[in-house]
């Protein structure tokens, strides 16, 4: 390392505080894409249906201020700064304040455990897109090595899992299912990254300490055209086929493609698909995300202790530590080149 991190930043999704933000929220984060307007509408209505509040924001405060207190702690004694892709606060704007406070090297916590293009390489783009904005002597960042099969990941999981289903008889466990749910993605991105395979190796390392209990990987979310084909299957439509076929009387929805509670999985989720089973008659738990479990707070410590110290890189299963840097082809996004 030639030169020493002189700053944590968190860099995460973002989400309207208002009614008023969220048509021009969602219009950031739809940019570029193919997502009819229509689409976008009718997901401005799941925003309001909650004030036009995400609770996102929310959540990176608490986040902060519990690795704040982290590394109060234990160290390393850095200065955290939070910036988020589609809203305030705005990545080129906390880069810009880290630039007047004399931050030369930073490293970044992303909210994502996941390879994909919109869980990292995006997040890179608009790391750049910022550093450009800000200009020269703009702060470096170097992004935290995703952490799908990390103890400190997949530890708080099981809890969660384990804490569902103990809401449930212990008679009924041989007819439970869970279900782990995760942003369905075009296929043609899923082809470009290591998404699916990290999420099932997620989903089989929580699975491993509850033995005989079946589970299945689903996805949510999807936002695309109809024409595209997007990973499946739907959650919803999933538990349509589970009440169908009779197997189960319970199921624990863990949607271990999030690590917080926000929209998606407060619309999708606890309102959609709780809905949905309680007009099949199937009991659904919904367990909970990572949020600010301590141990995943120190997760994040030990993941910047490794770039920062002679911390040994910790992982479970059998794909070893993600890389640190990410080579020049890494989650790609699945659309042509622009011409």
Not at 82 to 94: H, K, S, V
């Given at each position: 390392m030639s030169e020493p991190y002189d700053a944590i930043l968190l860099v995460s999704f973002g989400g309207p505080e208002g009614s008023a933000d969220v048509t021009p929220f969602l219009e950031n984060v739809l940019r570029g894409k193919n997502v009819p307007r229509e689409r976008m509408l009718e997901v401005a209505e799941h925003y309001k249906?909650?004030?036009g509040v995400s609770p996102i924001n929310q959540q990176c405060r608490e986040l902060l201020a519990a690795l704040a207190a982290e590394l109060t702690l234990h160290g390393p004694q850095l200065p955290i700064y939070?910036?988020?892709?589609?809203?305030?606060?705005?990545?080129?704007?906390?880069?810009?304040?880290?630039?007047?406070?004399?931050?030369?090297?930073?490293?970044?916590?992303?909210?994502?455990?996941?390879?994909?293009?919109?869980g990292c390489r995006q997040y890179r783009e608009d790391v750049a897109r910022a550093q450009a904005d800000v200009g020269e002597d703009a702060p470096e960042v170097h992004k935290l090595r995703v952490f799908y099969n990390h103890p400190g990941y997949i530890e708080p999981m099981r809890e969660r899992v384990r804490s569902a289903l103990d809401e449930i008889p212990a008679e009924r466990h041989a007819t439970t299912q869970i279900v782990y749910t995760a942003h369905s993605i075009?296929?043609?991105?899923?082809?470009?990254?290591?998404?699916?395979?990290?999420?099932?190796?997620s989903c089989r390392l929580v699975s491993e300490v509850f033995p005989g209990q079946r589970w299945r990987l689903v996805?949510?979310?999807?936002?695309?055209?109809?024409?595209?084909?997007?990973?499946?299957?739907?959650?919803?439509?999933?538990l349509t086929e589970l009440h169908k076929s009779g197997e189960a009387t319970d199921v624990v929805v863990s949607p271990i493609g999030f690590i917080s509670d926000h929209l998606e999985v407060l619309f999708d989720l606890d309102t959609q698909a709780q809905n949905l089973c309680g007009q099949l008659g199937l009991n659904m738990i919904r367990a909970a995300t990572v949020g600010t479990h301590p141990r995943f707070i120190r997760m994040i410590r030990e993941l910047i202790?490794?770039?920062?110290?002679?911390?040994?890189?910790?992982c479970l299963g059998k794909f070893g530590p993600n890389h640190d840097d990410c080579p020049e082809d890494c989650c790609l996004s699945g659309r042509p080149p622009h011409p």
């Open positions: 249906q909650f004030g939070w910036g988020n892709r589609n809203w305030q606060p705005l990545l080129a704007d906390t880069l810009r304040q880290m630039k007047d406070n004399g931050v030369r090297r930073s490293l970044a916590f992303m909210t994502s455990a996941f390879s994909s293009y919109s075009p296929n043609a991105m899923a082809a470009g990254c290591d998404y699916e395979q990290q999420l099932t190796e996805y949510q979310s999807r936002s695309g055209p109809p024409t595209q084909s997007w990973l499946e299957p739907d959650v919803c439509d999933y202790d490794e770039r920062t110290g002679d911390t040994p890189k910790a």
